[in-house]
């Protein structure tokens, strides 16, 4: 077999199986110096698990790995931190009663570093390399007080302290809001310029088509292609990704509302530091239409969500659901009075990880008949449920008695509306739906979404997406520090007037 001389990475031929699934199938791989390259595919491609092999976290069953024109066998990420390589997961691996410079040095010693460093010395490093490679991260802030994109950086940061040359980031932009794509973006084409390496996985295309010099995309564990991101699109992209053409804009048709199913008035509502994140709150969605919420992350959509879920207490104001009072009554009877919900975290809220497929697809129904008689869990019942609803939404297992926490995040998605749209729900709150989601299950919950429109659901869509509450909205309405600051027809917005109000610098209106 023959390297080029000039890659920093080659992996050839590179095998790695798990139970019932072939994850790797004999895949070739390179990285050039000074290059952005996209590993792009769905959920479940195959992506991370090469990713993974490269970092050491796992070991090919075949194949081979060469670094900088050398081969390597990595038996773990330390060994691979020492050869220069850092990983940034999609899930940050950050202590968060941790300062940032402290997070710098967990670990330590490593080859690279000294042997013991004095705060004075790491805190000068830090800065050094933030103002190198425009991170600007404070090293004295305590991680839990940085945003989502803050705490990104820092990872970033601790790869490149510890003196990284090719960095991996996995799905790095799902938790950031646009303005945090756009600078991460511009952080990692400086990273480029400056000589370093960088894997970028994902799925979202205009992203891709943003960032990178070169995408190799994988279907099923396999390469399908490697093109330059110079002579490609979108639709060719998403062709390569799921093997047929994929819809990239929303079609909608015109559906007049009915009356208001979900209200809520002069809502007050603290956040997890006993302050308010909700500031007398109030807004109406009606059946057969979409209303969705645009604005920057932490302005108080995550307690809007659970207080109408019933998850969070309401201070102050009022939830009902078709007229029913239902402020602060417990979940199961929100849901009875009609509530489904799409959660914002589907891990910590959407399932029960370690549960079967099949139960938490009985999860709000386990104790109505048919699936408990006489205080027994009927588990034919169940089983012909999940099966039923499993073949539905398209939820792809190896058996719907695989454990849910296994699936990819786009399957445990269809999961999730599965359960949640086969209760025929009267209210649907969407948090979220697509995060993290490869155009192909992007495409699939649109069309749920908008078919329960048509079916006369009031959907009310939260999403740090703009362009999806653009496509899908019937209404807007901007959230801004825990307050609605403006509304307007999804089919007369000004994209403009929407940035000004997410940025608290528009004129606020009345609620919607």
Not at 6 to 14: F, H, K, L, P, Y
Not at 165 to 176: A, F, H, W
């Amino acid at each position: 077999m023959v390297f080029s001389s000039s890659a920093v990475v080659e992996m050839r031929g590179i095998v790695k199986r798990f139970p019932g699934v072939l994850a790797n199938d004999h895949v070739d791989f390179d990285l050039l110096p000074g290059e952005i390259h996209v590993l792009l595919g769905e959920n479940g491609a195959g992506k991370t698990t090469l990713m993974n092999i490269l970092y050491g976290l796992y070991r090919p069953e075949a194949g081979e790995v060469w670094l900088r024109g050398q081969p390597v066998h990595f038996r773990s990420a330390f060994d691979a931190i020492a050869h220069g390589l850092g990983m940034v997961h999609q899930h940050f691996m950050l202590v968060n009663t941790f300062t940032v410079a402290e997070n710098m040095t967990l670990g330590q010693p490593s080859p690279r570093a000294p042997l013991l460093e004095r705060p004075r010395d790491v805190h000068g490093r830090i800065v050094e390399i933030s103002e190198r490679y425009g991170l600007q991260v404070d090293p004295a802030a305590v991680v839990w007080q940085l945003s989502v994109g803050e705490q990104q950086r820092v990872e970033i940061l601790k790869a490149l302290y510890r003196g990284a040359g090719v960095l991996i980031l996995d799905e790095p932009t799902g938790v950031l809001t646009p303005q945090e794509v756009n600078e991460l973006l511009s952080i990692l084409r400086s990273l480029a310029e400056q000589g370093k390496s960088v894997v970028f996985i994902s799925h979202k295309l205009n992203e891709v088509m943003a960032a990178s010099d070169r995408i190799t995309v994988l279907r099923d564990g396999r390469v399908v292609g490697t093109v330059p991101t110079s002579e490609t699109n979108e639709h060719a992209l998403a062709r390569l990704m799921v093997g047929r053409d994929v819809a990239l804009t929303v079609d909608k048709e015109p559906s007049p509302p009915g009356e208001a199913r979900l209200q809520v008035e002069d809502l007050w509502v603290d956040n997890d530091r006993e302050l308010p994140a909700l500031r007398g709150l109030s807004l109406q969605v009606r059946a057969g239409e979409i209303l969705g919420l645009a604005g920057v992350a932490g302005n108080g959509q995550s307690e809007l969500e659970e207080a109408v879920a019933g998850l969070r207490r309401v201070k102050q104001g009022r939830v009902l659901i078709d007229g029913a009072d239902l402020t602060n009554a417990p979940t199961r009877s929100i849901i009875t009075a009609g509530l489904g919900h799409i959660p914002s975290d589907r891990y910590a809220m959407g399932m029960l990880p370690d549960f079967t497929v099949a139960e938490n697809l009985v999860l709000s129904v386990h104790g109505d008949p048919p699936y408990t008689r006489r205080g027994m869990l009927d588990r034919t019942a169940i089983v012909a449920r999940a099966e039923r609803l499993a073949r539905l939404f398209d939820v792809r297992t190896p058996s719907i008695q695989t454990r849910a926490g296994s699936l990819s995040g786009g399957n445990i998605q269809k999961m999730i509306l599965a359960r949640e749209l086969s209760g025929q729900p009267k209210v649907l709150i969407a948090a979220q739906p697509t995060r993290g989601l490869d155009v192909s299950a992007i495409e699939f919950v649109h069309r749920q979404l908008l078919a329960q429109r048509q079916a006369g659901v009031a959907i009310l869509l939260v999403s740090t997406e703009l362009d999806e509450v653009l496509a899908l909205s019937d209404r807007i309405a901007v959230m801004y520090e825990g307050r609605i600051v403006g509304v307007m027809p999804g089919a007369e917005v000004d994209v403009g007037r929407i940035g000004l109000l997410m940025a608290g610098r528009g004129q606020p209106e009345a609620s919607p």
